[in-house]
């Protein structure tokens, strides 16, 4: 059972320590600079990933659209440390977003974007029901889901 926690003084030392495996390294940011992209944009809002221990083994950032994109929600980092990968947290994670967005009642339409190689991703965000939207200008695939 997962849930969305705030990051604070509890919990930032265990959310720093989470790491991708070597080969997903180029797939996203490391924590610690999507913090501090996170700490400049007030539209973005990160949360650790905490398993019924207690224990932070992942990391997600809404990022909230303003004018017009607003309704719109990007997915903007999702990561499960390497060490729980594979063990379904990144599908239960997914489904909980969608959740966590639709209760919350600011999101219409989910989106967000993977580096093509990262089949991981695909495939989590697919079973999900996430609809590939074709790539953008920097070669990544972009997806979009309503709520
Ligand atoms: C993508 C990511 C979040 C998935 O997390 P996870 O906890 O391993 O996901 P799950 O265990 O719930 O599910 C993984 C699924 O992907 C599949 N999968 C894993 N590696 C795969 C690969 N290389 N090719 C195809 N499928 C793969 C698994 O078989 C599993 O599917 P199944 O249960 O239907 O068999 C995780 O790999 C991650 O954090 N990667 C680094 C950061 C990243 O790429 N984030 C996404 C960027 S948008």
Same mark, same amino acid.
């Given at each position: 059972?997962?849930?969305?926690?705030?990051?604070?003084?509890?919990?930032?030392?265990?959310?720093?320590?989470?790491?991708?495996?070597?080969?997903?390294?180029?797939?996203?940011?490391?924590?610690?600079?999507?913090?501090?992209?996170?700490?400049?944009?007030?539209?973005?809002?990160?949360?650790?990933?905490?398993?019924?221990?207690?224990?932070?083994?992942?990391?997600?950032?809404?990022?909230?659209?303003?004018?017009?994109?607003?309704?719109? !929600?990007? +997915?903007? !980092?999702? /990561?499960?440390?390497?060490?729980?990968?594979?063990?379904?947290?990144?599908?239960?994670?997914?489904?909980?977003?969608?959740?966590? /967005?639709?209760?919350?009642?600011?999101?219409?339409? +989910?989106?967000?974007?993977?580096?093509?190689?990262?089949?991981?991703?695909?495939?989590?965000?697919?079973?999900?029901?996430?609809?590939?939207?074709?790539?953008?200008?920097?070669?990544?695939?972009?997806?979009?889901?309503?709520?």
């Amino acid at each position: 059972m997962l849930a969305f926690v705030p990051i604070d003084g509890h919990n930032i030392a265990g959310v720093l320590a989470l790491e991708p495996a070597p080969e997903q390294a180029d797939f996203i940011d490391t924590v610690e600079e999507s913090l501090r992209k996170a700490a400049k944009r007030p539209s973005w809002k990160p949360y650790a990933i905490v398993n019924g221990a207690g224990k932070s083994i992942g990391f997600i950032v809404f990022g909230y659209g303003g004018g017009n994109e607003c309704g719109r !929600t990007e +997915i903007v !980092t999702l /990561l499960i440390d390497k060490f729980e990968q594979n063990k379904g947290c990144g599908k239960e994670a997914v489904r909980l977003a969608v959740e966590f /967005l639709a209760r919350e009642g600011l999101t219409r339409r +989910i989106h967000l974007d993977y580096d093509p190689g990262n089949e991981a991703a695909k495939h989590i965000y697919a079973q999900a029901g996430f609809l590939e939207r074709g790539l953008d200008d920097y070669g990544e695939m972009l997806m979009e889901k309503d709520i």
